[in-house]
């Protein structure tokens, strides 16, 4: 690549050329442009091309993948929060170059929080959902597998409280996919149930205390009874907190408990991911400016999977600074906290992203650092699942 990694730069991981191997797009906000590069398949990458791809500049911060014509290959969504908010669709075509479909204005001002893809309406096309803050709402969008979308539902969260992260899953097992709303100011998640037509009913509201301040909210089934429950995670006072769903709109009320950090003989620690050293990304030093920003705001990632093979849920995550950690789940509700990378050398960790980049149905993790040249390739060995073959 060609830039140096900015706070306002996000990095994704998809199947961008239809090839079934996983590739990187690194949207470069201060240029509106797009750099792939597309992957070999065994952890390394090709050589990137650049797409100059909007005519805008550091006002686009959100960005969403997914397969919006129905090519098998993986298309960006980008919001635009300048004088208006507009929604950019790019496309994916068979020459590995992404071509800007007709944009999608979005009635509001600078209030854009997020944007989410995910089949809301069971139609087998995805739809995209925009979240904004003033006026605090989620705007539902209905895809019709062709690159194009209609604006379906829009629903209000919480007035003057800010909508800080959200969970998409079928809690209820209805087939239906519900959105959960973390609620800071009101310390509250309001659960919206979603209907066959995309719509949603009324929020359901979940009381969860003043330990909720500055959590992050994940779902899955993390206590094993096959039900998706809620896990809040508080990683400054290094505590969490499940909520246990029960499959019919409701939760157990919140218990929070001390994570415990175990040692790093641990098979989901360095011992099970190696640094990628014969292939790193480096990119060329062309951007020296330091930054000041709000690391704790902006710098959190945490992304749930199995990486360590036990068929436990398990969290990777990072905060905001130089250290990549894991909450190593054991399916009982109970999670030990582990340190998967720690300051390497090249600048805070500005975010990550989980996918298997070699192939071997491991989940590995993608490294980007603040003011950085280098991209990270974490893969996963899994030393524990050969140990379970012998």
Request: hydrophobic residues 40%; negative net charge; aromatic residues 12%.
């Amino acid at each position: 690549m060609s830039q140096e990694y900015h706070w306002s730069d996000i990095v994704l991981d998809a199947d961008f050329n239809g090839d079934n191997q996983l590739d990187l797009a690194y949207f470069c906000a201060r240029l509106g442009h797009i750099i792939v590069l597309f992957g070999n398949g065994n952890g390394a990458f090709k050589t990137e091309k650049i797409f100059s791809a909007l005519p805008v500049r550091y006002q686009s911060k959100h960005v969403a993948v997914g397969d919006f014509n129905n090519d098998n290959r993986s298309d960006l969504a980008i919001i635009h929060t300048g004088s208006e908010v507009k929604m950019y669709i790019l496309l994916a075509n068979d020459k590995e170059i992404f071509k800007v479909n007709p944009t999608i204005s979005i009635e509001g001002t600078y209030s854009t929080r997020n944007i989410f893809v995910a089949d809301f309406n069971s139609d087998k096309y995805l739809d995209i959902a925009v979240v904004n803050s003033m006026p605090a709402s989620i705007v539902i969008f209905v895809g019709y597998g062709n690159g194009s979308f209609s604006r379906n539902a829009t629903f209000s969260t919480v007035p003057s409280s800010a909508s800080e992260c959200f969970a998409i899953v079928d809690f209820n097992d209805d087939g239906q996919l519900d959105i959960a709303v973390k609620n800071e100011k009101s310390m509250t998640i309001s659960v919206y149930f979603g209907l066959d037509d995309g719509t949603f009913e009324l929020p359901k509201w979940l009381y969860t205390g003043p330990l909720f301040s500055k959590c992050r909210i994940l779902a899955d089934d993390f206590n094993g009874d096959t039900r998706i429950d809620l896990l809040c995670y508080n990683s400054r006072k290094n505590l969490i907190s499940l909520m246990s769903g029960y499959g019919n709109e409701t939760f157990e009320l919140p218990k929070w408990a001390y994570i415990n950090d175990i040692s790093v003989s641990s098979n989901i620690s360095h011992n099970n991911f190696d640094v990628n050293t014969r292939y790193e990304v480096i990119l060329n030093n062309i951007w020296k400016k330091k930054l000041i920003i709000n690391l704790h705001e902006q710098g959190t990632a945490f992304f749930v999977n199995d990486y360590n093979c036990d068929d436990y849920a398990d969290i990777i995550g990072h905060s905001g600074d130089s250290v990549i950690v894991g909450l190593l789940g054991h399916g009982n509700s109970n999670f030990e906290k582990q340190t998967i990378l720690s300051p390497n050398g090249y600048g805070t960790v500005a975010d990550i992203a989980v996918g298997d980049f070699d192939n071997d149905s491991y989940q590995d993790i993608m490294v980007t650092h603040y003011g950085s040249s280098i991209i990270t390739i974490l893969l996963n060995r899994c030393e524990c699942c050969k140990l379970k073959k012998l």
